[in-house]
């Protein structure tokens, strides 16, 4: 049975979604000052990927915290397009390790680590939708896909991973 991707090729559930469709090259192509550019002679960006909502990686790894990292990777590989977005949560030195992650402008995910024992486990646990403010009114910020509690401030400490 096959399974479904871990990733949606665009946000279908924002109101009119920001895309980024082409162009690029073009307006490197033609550049006032192409003596500086090497855009001629450059490739067309074929490693942008345009269009990439992770949310469905997220929501599987978090479900999936305290069990098997070794088995979450392959079968969380097997279903994306490329594998580097599973390390924008999971760390796999101490060093990399966070408490929560800013994926986009307003949402915000547990950071998560392997331990020695090859477990899949959250930075801070005890860190909820409540720990953290919004850093402005506008819009709507969200923790594991769960809307923050407290209200907008003027001055919000901790947005900023440390």
């Known amino acids: 049975m096959d399974k479904s991707p871990l990733f949606r090729k665009e946000n279908t559930t924002a109101h009119r979604p920001q895309r980024r469709i082409g162009g690029d090259y073009r307006d490197q192509r033609h550049a ?7 855009a001629k002679r450059s490739s067309m960006h074929a490693n942008v990927h ?20 070794n088995e979450i990777y392959s079968e969380a590989a097997s279903r994306l397009d ?34 020695d024992s090859g477990l899949l486990l959250r930075v801070n646990p005890k860190l909820g939708p409540s720990s953290l403010g919004p850093s ?16 907008f401030r003027l001055s919000n400490p901790g947005l900023e991973p440390g």
């Open 136 to 151: 402005c009114k506008c819009c709507t910020h969200t923790f594991n896909g769960v809307r923050f509690t407290q209200p």
């Open 50 to 69: 345009r269009g990439r909502d992770y949310t469905p990686l997220f929501k599987f790894l978090l479900a999936n915290v305290g069990k098997s990292w």
């Open 82 to 115: 490329r594998p580097e977005p599973i390390f924008w949560l999971v760390a796999l030195t101490e060093r990399d390790r966070r408490e929560f992650v800013r994926v986009g402008e307003s949402s915000y995910y547990s950071g998560l680590y392997v331990d």
């Open 32 to 38: 006032k000052d192409q003596a500086l550019s090497d």
